[in-house]
């Protein structure tokens, strides 16, 4: 699989009705099906919360020309198992039927079925409006602008489509950065990785979150001091989140537009973060972001594992000594049972340091793997960027260092990041590299 396939951003043909995921997967097309002109009904699932809401509703409904209603459900549950049977087309939503988890759902039914959802409101409440629009509704309507509004609404937003149509949905990959031993270098390098990223690709497209949960560095590596990290999240974690949600604990790295999700602030609160807040908050960021950059502690704990489950690409930092190369060898034979291979990546980091006479070749050779990445050492550079707190792609873009990491930023991107100027990006070897990496001659 090319892993530089890109920023996938999920741009449906334009028909009347975007195709189910499941259909897509089987490739099959859908025509027309519900707008203006189209000879099949639209179908409407109704999903209250008061009796007073089907009164108003469901009269509306079944008088429309060109209006299928489906069913009627009362519970979430209840709406998600139907809508994975039925394929709606659009679902009018009662804003109270998950009580507090109402945007989280909305999210999860445009992100998953790429659904039109359109939101009862029992009041007029510009704040909860906007709430549920931030969340992906394709509308709002107090109760009380039902019968007026109503038919009207349904149409426009029928007309407008899915979701998809109207703003590109996100899925992003989650590249998970994972060291064979400690100090090996994994946090320097993600976050130089997500820092170049952010830096070259358009704002609001990068995440970093740091999994360190006892000793995590992302902060002090970007000069941030957050207030705000994944214990005070997982402590108002309720079983439910959004993206809502989840922003207000996003750190902003101004310099490159980077987000970061921060490692709580004292080793003692990591065991405030579970394994489900932890995919949730990546299913979350993969339909915010490009990419999700994930920083993870050398210890294989249940977080720790959590990530590497859902990762598009897991990359091995290893490094020339014997204990990180032994390491590494563990590693990769545990990771190869659990993981396709295509999503493994190895990187060596000090690629040029000869204290112990090996060399990569005898690395890729002893391990079987080509290595994807070689980052050089420079001690100078890494110290000066980690006191300062000025990540070393910004402070010297040019040097060889950072030019391997905006290499490695490339291939994951699929798109030259950063890159010199030289006749290598310009037309050359380099470039070329790079489609026969994503190509996978390499
Ligand atoms: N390419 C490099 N050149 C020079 N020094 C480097 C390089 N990569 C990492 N270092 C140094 O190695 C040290 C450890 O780096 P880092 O904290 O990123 O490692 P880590 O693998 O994340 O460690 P931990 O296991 O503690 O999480 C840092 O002090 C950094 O300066
Ligand atoms: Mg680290």
Known sequence: MAWGASVR?????????????????????????????????A??????????????????????????????????????QLIAQQLPDLVILSSELAGGATAGLIERLVARYRLAVLVLLPAEDLRTARRFLKAGAAD?????????ELPELIQTVLRQGAPAL?????????????????????????????????????PESVCLVDLDLQFGATPMLLNLQ???????LAQRFQGELDFEMLRSFLLLHSESNLRVLAAPSRPELAELVTTYLIERVLQVLKNHFAFIIVDTPNLLQDTTLAALDAADHILIVTALDLLAIRNAEIVLTMFQKLYPAERLRLVLNRS??????????????????????RIPSDGQLAVTSINEGVPFVLQAPDAPISQAIFQLASLIAG??????????????????????YLLGEE
């Open 9 to 41: 951003q999920v741009a449906l043909p334009v028909e009347c009705r975007p195709p189910h995921p499941k259909e897509a997967r089987k490739g099959a097309q859908r025509t027309a099906t519900f707008t203006e002109g189209c000879a099949m009904p």
């Open 43 to 80: 179908r409407v699932v109704l999903a209250i919360h008061h009796e007073q809401e089907q009164l108003a509703v469901a009269p509306i409904l079944t008088k429309m020309p060109g209006i299928d209603l489906v069913a009627t459900v009362t519970s979430p549950g209840e709406l998600e």
């Open 140 to 148: 709002v309507l107090p109760l009380s602008s039902v019968a007026d």
């Open 166 to 202: 109207r703003s590109p949905l996100q899925v992003g990959r989650i590249i998970v950065f994972y060291g064979t031993k400690g100090g090996v270098g994994t946090s320097l390098l993600a976050t130089n990785v997500a820092v170049a990223l952010a830096r070259y690709l358009p």
């Open 226 to 232: 957050p207030k705000m990290n994944l214990a005070t």
């Open 352 to 373: 040029n340091t000869r204290f112990g006479g090996l060399t990569p070749e005898q690395v890729e050779e002893h391990l079987r793997m080509t290595i994807a990445a």
């Open 415 to 436: 798109q030259p990041i950063g890159l010199r100027e030289t006749a290598e990006t310009t037309g050359g070897s380099l470039f070329r590299r790079l489609v026969g």
